[in-house]
Structure formats: structure tokens, C-alpha cells
């Protein structure tokens, strides 16, 4: 099993302290001695303290790779005091190091800061590092403090010496051979995230075995709907057999953790599950030994087999969102590390609504895109994070599941193409009305005053006035062109002067010829598109009677407005 084990001992003032943990799973220690100042007890020369592995240093069941020491002289930049001179400090260390056959070896290493906090045009070193290998046990004592060129018997307040052991150990896997055996399903292990007595996540354990350096954890999904006139299910314990193939269809992540939890983005059926340990041959450490799956049995690792035969099985009986048309991407990383994205789909197979999971914040995200009454993408909401459901007791967390509703015209409704899509009647008809969304829910709440996390960096999130969404206006002309483009927030609408303006045309023979010369061909071949963007500028592009762009350009007048060069703000 590897040990990467951090041994850490600070001397950075007048209190020792001692402590140890350690963690199963990846037999990781950390080992803190400190020394530090408070007030009225100054750190003073012949001051020390130890860094040290625990015993054994030898021993058969494991073997040690690599052991590196390390001592640190810092400045610490979170204590409020200061040395008001600036100027070199230097520290002289009494070493004495022991390896793991005890053999002790003695040094004085000297540590150089250059404390320059006040000008900036001068080198200020505020770490210094002295690095050496092999000790499992050193003990260091301050020997003299010399601050600005003049000796002291007091190190300055503000300052520490650290000393850290840096352990890669591994461990002998000695049950490679032996399955593991997954432990039983508990009711903790069925977790309905946010009340609504729909079941969202299956946690799968394992017990922690020794010398398992890591995990892989392999499922796969078979479901067991019936083509039986009256029996919706299959009865996996009645001939033929429900059968399962973990080779043809399964996933598998790899974890240094003992546990695991799996979304429940599945239909009716049964997800089949094993695990495996991985640990290190200590011959050759940088080679695997893979231990046997958990199905194993007398010879037989049952990569196929029947549904009946396998004990480690949860059986899924809430179908996720039976009644919509659905689509799940999980896309994987290293420690089992997982981005899992649902979209939701109508009838005609139109994306309506996609929702993310955030993992590391126990969150999700959820995006919307709404069409218009010919079926066109008109409306693109930003996506923002669910808030907590008020559950009152037990887990309260976003699940990945469909959020009807969720961006809303008023109270109740959802926001749809009748509230941006409908003729206009009166004397301007061209410009659609557009209506805002309702703060109390989705986008329109997250971008606004009543967003009810207000705390950090997230005070800072604009307000959209009802806007969080960009929209898209087509030509009425069946072509599928756009005619204008507006941008998120009200200012960036398409009744507002920042909208982006789309125009086609053809260009004049003698545009072309002016371009191109006599060769270019006739002007009947050709296009000319011109884009206003939000600042007013024209852009012009040419294309070619297959599409391609031959030409772009800007247009319009030169800016009215005074522009300083560059260079001369840098003079």
C-alpha cells in the first residue's frame, strides 16, 4: 500500500505540541511537534524539537521506496508582527538524523532569509529549504540567530522552522486472491436527496483491506421489463433466466476510498456491482497486483452469468422519469471523479432542459432552452444552481432530476414562447414584446436581489432586471436566418440599442471588382453580409456561391471620440 506519509515538527515559538492521525484507507500519518511563540514566551537559541516514523523501520510486510526529510525557515505572513529593519536573518541548525538502522549522523545547516517587505525593488527570499533524505528520526536544535548582520538569542516572531518527513511506503497485498466482500445494503445506503420520495443515489461499501493501494469499482444495469401480457416485470428467479454480461456493458471507476455512490438515473430493473483491490508488488513497486472481483468463485471471476447468482444487486423500482424522454453522460476522472449531465427532450426531440451535477458542491445546474411557435431555439436562459430544498430534517441537496417550472413568467407558470412569440398590433410591429422572468424562481432569481446567498464572492452577482437569458429574432422568410441577437440582461435586449443586427444582401460588380480585379466572375454569385454588433460596429463579410467567406471587412465612420495611443500612457 503506498505511504505517502507527511511528518511534520514547527518550530515557531514557545509550545510543544504533539499530535498524530492516521487514515485506514490510505495509511496516511501525519505527525506534528511544534514549538511556537505566545505572548511572554519568545523562541530562544538551544530550542528543538523531533520528527520522527513511528517504529518499525524494517519489516517484511512492507517496503519503503523513498524517505525525504525536509527543514523550512519562513517567514509566516498570517502573524501580525514584523521586524521594522530589513535586512538578511540567518539561523544556524544543530542536525542529528537517524536512518532506519539507527545509525546517527550529526550536520549544521545554515538557513538565509532576505526580509525585504518594504521595497519592492529588492529580493525578498522568504522561505528558505534545506533538504536531505533518508532519516527516519531528525531532531533539530537552534544553534545561533543572527537578524540584520548582529547576533541575537531571540528569533524574531514572525518567523518558524519546520521540519517534515516525507514517507512512500508499500504494503504487502497478501489477499489478492481473496474477494472482498462488499457489505449489505443498509437503508442509510438509499439516499432521497431533496424529500420528494423519489429515491436519487445508491451508495455501494467495501471494508478497507490491508495493502490495497486503490479500488476498482465495476457495475452494470440490466433491466428486466417483460414482453408478457400481464406480468410488466421479469421474475428473475423463473426460467429463462435473466442474464448479465459485466464484459459488454459496465462502467468502472477506480478509488482509494471504500465507499462509492452511484446516481439513480436508471429505468426498472437491477444494477449488477463488484469491486476488486489493487495493491503494489514490492519487488517492483511500480507494477500492479490486481486482486480478484468480488464475484469471484471457485476459479470463476462470473463476468456473465444470471441476474439470480449475484448477491451484490440493488433493484431498482423507481423508473427516472418515466414519462420524459431523457438522455445521461457521465464522463469520468482519476479517484473515481465523476461530471454527470441529464437532458430532458419533448416530444419532437427538442432539448428543453439540461440539469449538471455539481459534485463538489452538492449542487445541481440547470440550463433551459425554449423555442419559439415554429420550433426555432429562441431563448437561451443562463444556467444557474437549484437552491436547497426546504426538507426540514434528514438530507437536503439538489438531485439530478427534472425541474419543471423552474424559470417562471409569474408565481406559477412557466416562461414559454407566448411570452416573447406573439404578433404585435399597433404601430410598431417589428419588435417582439418580450416579457421578463419572475425573480421568485431559476435564472431570474439567482440573477437578482432576492438570490438569497449573498455571502463571499457571491454578493457580487449582477442583476439581470428580469433578463437572464439571450434571445434569438429570425427573418420571417422561412429561411432559418437570424435577424437580431440580443445578450443577457436588459440592457443587451432586442428593443435596446445593443442588440446585434444581422443584414443580407448582394454586393455591387464593382465592390467586387474593386476587391478582385476583372477575374472575380459576376456579382450574381455572390453575397454580402453585414453584422451591427452591440457597439455599433459594422463588420462586412463576402461569400462565395458556395458559401465561403472570400472577404471581410469593417465599415462605417471613423470614431468621433479622442483615442490615446497606447505608447503615449506608457510614457
Keep these: ?242 442474464e448479465y454480461n459485466f464484459k459488454n456493458n459496465s462502467t468502472r471507476i477506480t478509488t482509494a476510498n471504500n465507499t462509492y455512490i452511484i446516481s439513480l438515473t436508471f429505468e426498472h430493473g437491477y444494477i449488477l456491482y463488484r469491486v476488486r483491490g489493487i495493491g503494489r508488488n514490492l519487488t517492483d513497486p511500480t507494477k500492479n497486483i490486481v486482486g480478484v472481483w468480488s464475484t469471484y468463485n471457485a476459479g470463476n471471476s462470473n463476468d456473465k452469468g444470471y441476474v439470480k447468482d449475484i448477491t451484490s444487486k440493488y433493484y431498482n423500482t423507481q423508473e427516472h422519469e418515466s414519462n420524459k424522454n431523457w438522455q445521461y453522460s457521465a464522463t469520468y476522472a482519476e479517484e473515481g471523479k465523476k461530471k454527470e449531465v441529464i437532458s430532458y427532450f419533448d416530444g419532437s426531440l427538442r432539448n428543453r432542459q439540461s440539469v449538471t451535477k455539481v459534485n463538489t458542491q452538492n449542487n445541481t445546474i440547470v440550463g433551459e432552452t425554449i423555442y419559439d411557435h415554429q420550433g426555432r431555439p429562441a431563448i437561451n436562459v443562463l444556467p444557474v444552481p437549484v437552491k436547497n430544498p426546504a426538507c426540514g430534517s434528514g438530507l437536503s441537496i439538489p438531485a439530478l432530476r427534472f425541474y419543471p417550472s423552474f424559470n417562471r413568467v409569474d408565481a406559477t407558470n412557466a416562461y414559454s414562447r407566448i411570452n416573447f412569440d406573439l404578433d404585435k398590433t399597433g404601430v410598431d410591429t417589428c419588435n417582439p414584446v418580450t416579457t421578463g422572468m419572475n425573480v421568485i424562481s431559476g435564472a431570474s432569481n439567482y440573477y437578482s436581489s432576492s438570490n438569497p446567498d449573498k455571502t463571499g464572492a457571491q454578493a457580487f452577482v449582477p442583476d439581470a432586471e428580469l433578463y437572464p437569458f439571450s434571445q434569438i429574432e429570425y427573418t420571417p422568410d422561412n429561411t432559418g436566418r437570424i435577424r437580431r441577437q440580443g445578450g443577457v440582461g436588459k440592457a443587451f435586449q432586442l428593443d435596446q440599442p445593443h442588440a446585434t443586427k444581422y443584414y443580407y444582401g448582394w454586393p455591387a460588380q464593382i465592390q467586387l471588382d474593386r476587391l478582385f480585379g476583372s477575374e472575380v466572375g459576376n456579382a450574381a454569385h455572390y453575397k454580402k453580409n453585414m453584422v451591427v454588433d452591440a457597439n455599433g460596429q459594422v463588420s462586412l463579410s463576402y461569400l462565395d456561391q458556395e458559401g465561403r467567406t472570400v472577404a471581410t471587412s469593417l465599415a462605417g465612420d471613423a470614431p468621433k471620440d479622442a483615442v490615446t495611443p497606447a505608447i503615449t500612457i506608457l510614457e
Excluded at 506519509?5 to 514557545?14: F, M, P, R, W
Excluded at 511544534?34 to 520528527?51: D, H
Design 1 to 242: 500500500m503506498l505511504n505517502v506519509s507527511n511528518y511534520k515538527a514547527l518550530l515557531i515559538s514557545g509550545l510543544f505540541l504533539l499530535s498524530v492521525t492516521a487514515s485506514q484507507a490510505a495509511m496516511s500519518q501525519y505527525l506534528a511537534a511544534r514549538i511556537y511563540t505566545i505572548p511572554g514566551t519568545p523562541i530562544v537559541t538551544g530550542a528543538n524539537t523531533t520528527a520522527q516514523i513511528p517504529l518499525p523501520y524494517i519489516d517484511p510486510s512492507f517496503k519503503d521506496v523513498s524517505v525525504t526529510d525536509k527543514i523550512t525557515f519562513a517567514v509566516d505572513h498570517f502573524n501580525m508582527t514584523y521586524l521594522p529593519t530589513p535586512g538578511d536573518i540567518v539561523v544556524t541548525l544543530k542536525l542529528e538524523q537517524w536512518d532506519k538502522n539507527a545509525v546517527l549522523t550529526t550536520s549544521f545547516p545554515v538557513l538565509t532569509l532576505k526580509y525585504q517587505p518594504f521595497n519592492a525593488a529588492s529580493p525578498y527570499v522568504d522561505k528558505s529549504v534545506y533538504k536531505f533524505n533518508g532519516a527516519y528520526k531528525f531532531k533539530i536544535t537552534l544553534q545561533a540567530i543572527t537578524v540584520g548582520g548582529t547576533s541575537t538569542s531571540t528569533l524574531p516572531a514572525n518567523l518558524f522552522i519546520d521540519a517534515d518527513i516525507l514517507l512512500e511506503r508499500y504494503t504487502n497485498f497478501a489477499t489478492a486472491t481473496t474477494p472482498i466482500g462488499i457489505l449489505p445494503t443498509v437503508a442509510t445506503d438509499i439516499r432521497d436527496l431533496d424529500c420528494n420520495s423519489v429515491n436519487d443515489e445508491f451508495q455501494i461499501n467495501w471494508p478497507v483491506i490491508s495493502g490495497v493501494e486503490e479500488y476498482q469499482l465495476e457495475w452494470t444495469f440490466v433491466n428486466d421489463y417483460s414482453t408478457t401480457s400481464g406480468a410488466p416485470y421479469i421474475d428473475i428467479n423463473v426460467l429463462p433466466y435473466l
